[in-house]
C-alpha cells in the first residue's frame, strides 16, 4: 500500500533498459490505462494533451479488463540506453486476447501500427509464438512512450514483459519443451488405460481417456498451443473452442465418475443426479453457442461438475468403498487448483505471484491424472480380489455339493426299496379310493358351478361398493381443512418458504427492475438474485405482499391460506388465536390480503382449491 502511494505521488515510472537487462515485467506504477468504454478513441485522439490526465495509474499487479464491452488504452515509458547489436521483444503473456493495436515509436519521430490478436490467422504474427511478440527497434534512445489498445470478448491480463532477444529464445526453448513433457505425460496415460479398455472391456477406461484428452486440448486452447500448431488459420473457431472442450472435458469426467464409483448400484440418486447434471451442461453449451457465446466465458460454471465429482467420492469413500480414496485426493489436487484461480478471478490478485499460479492448473491436473490412474488400478485389484474370492468359495462349495450327493443318494436307493414294496401294498388301496374319489369329484363339480353363480353376483356387488367408496373418500377430501401443524409440513422453515416464493415469483424468468437484464447470479441474502449487468440485488420477498412484513413468514403464509380458503370470512380475532400472534397485527395484515384477493378475482376462477391461494404472494 505504501508503494502504491508512492506511484501514485511520483507519477508513471520509465522502465531503464540497458544491455545488463534480460526482461522486466511492467507492474503498479509502471502502467498507465485508459477505459475507452465505447471505443471512439483513435490513436491521434489518445496523443492529445488533455488525454493525458484521463490515464489512470495501475494499481494492481496485473491489470484486466473488467468491462469486456469496453476497449482499454495501455501506456508504458521506456528509457532506452542500449546498444545497437542488442534486441530486445515486447511480449504479451495471456493469449485469450482478441485483439491487439500496437503503436511503436519510431527513429522518425512517428509511431508504426502494428495489430495482433486472436482474431487474426496464426501465420501474421511477426513471432510464430502462443504469446503476442512484438519487437523492439534497435536504434533508439531515451524515453520513448508505448501505446496498446486492447479489445477482449472474455476477461484477460494485461501482462506485458520486455525481453532481450536471447532470453526470449532461451525462455521460449524451455517453455515449450515443458508442454512438450505435459502433454507427453498425458498422451502416455491416455495410450495405457486405452490398452487397458481394450483389454478388460470396462467403459471407465475408455471414459477417462476421453476426460484426459480434453484436459489436453483445453490446456491447449489456454496455452496457445492448439491454436499454434491444431488450427492456425481458424481465428473463429479459436475464439469459442476452449468452451466446447470444457464441455466435453465435464461430461466425460462425470461420465466417469459414475462408472469408477458403481454409483448406479452404490448410490442411485446420486447417479440420477449427476445424469441430470451432464443433460443440462450439454443443454447449456448448445444454448451458449446457437443464440450467447459469451456464456462460454463463464467459466466457474465447471464448479458445479467439479463439486459433483468430488463430494460423490468423498460420499462412496465414506460408505467404504476404497478405490474411491485415490480418486478423493486426485479430485482434491484439482479443486485446489480450480480455486485458486477463481479467486485470481475473483480479484484476490495477491495468489498471482508468479509461474507456479499462472500453471497451477497444469500442475494439479498431473497429479489428479495420477490419482485417478492409482484408483483405476485400485478398482481392478478389488475387482480382481473379489473374483479370486468368489471362485474360491464357488470350488468349495461344489465339494460340499459333492459330498452332500454321494450321501443323499445312499439314503435315496435305502428309501427307495422300502418305498417300493410301500407302493404296491398302498396301489390295493388307491384304486379303491379312485371310485369315491370319481363320485366326490362329480359332488365337486356341482359345488363349482354354484360357486361360479356366486361370484359373478359379489363381483356387481363389488363393483358397486368401489363407486360408493370412491364418492366418500373424494367428499372427506374436498371437505377437509389444513390445520397449521399440518400446513407447517409443506413449509415448515423460512428456507422453505423463501425457495417456494423465489420459484413462483421468477417462474417466467429473471428481469433486473433497474436495467431489464436477463443474467444473474445468487445474491447474499437467501434465494435472492444479483443483477450481472448492474449489480442490483433483489430479494425473494420484494415487490410481493410480505415485503416489509415483520411475522414470521411461515405463519404469513398460513394466514394467506386461511383467508383465501375462508374466502376472506375469517376474523382477525381467529387468526390471533390460530396463529399466536397479535390480533391488530392480524387485523392489518389480513385487511392488505383482501384487497389484494379483490384485485385478483379473475385468477382465482381459474385456481385450484389447493393452489390458488399462492396467487396471493406476488
Known sequence: MLLCSVWKVRGQQPVVLTDSVEQHMFTFGELRSLKDERGMLSFKDVLQPEMAARFQLNDRSTPQNEDIHAYYWYKITIDHHISPEKLFVLEFFDQTIDEIEAYLPNNAGGFDTLVLGDNYAFSKR???????VIPLYQDLKGQQDYYFRIQSRQLVDAIIVVRSIDFFVEYALGEYFSFGI????ILVFSFYNLIMFFAVKQRAYLYY???MLCVALFEMCTDGIAYHYLWPNWSAWNQYAFGVVLCLMSVSALLFTQRLLLLQRKAPKLNTIISVIIGLRILYLLYALLWHRSLLNYKFMEAIPLLMAFGSGIYIWWRGYRPARYFVIGYGFLFIGYSIKLMIMLGFTWLNFGIVSYYCMSFCFILEMTFLSLAVGDRVRVMKNSRDKAQQLTIKQMQINQELKDSINKDLEQKVKERTSELVEKSHIISEQNLALSAANRLLEEQKNEITRMNALLNKDNALLKVNVEEVTRARALSKGLDFEEFSKAYPDQESCLRFLAGLKWKNGYCCRKCAATAFYIGHLPHSRRCAHCGYEESATAHTVLQHVR??????????????STKGRISSHKLAEVLGIRQSTCWAYSKKIKQQM???KMTFRNASETQGWSELLV
Do not use: A, D
Not at 126 to 132: S, T
Not at 182 to 185: A, I, K, L, T
Not at 551 to 564: A, E, G, H, V
Open 598 to 600: 379483490e384485485q385478483k
Open 209 to 211: 481417456v476421453c476426460y
Open 551 to 564: 411475522i414470521p413468514i411461515n405463519k404469513s403464509f398460513y394466514l394467506i391460506y386461511l383467508l383465501y
Open 126 to 132: 511477426p513471432f510464430l509464438h502462443k504469446n503476442f
Open 182 to 185: 505435459f502433454y507427453g505425460m
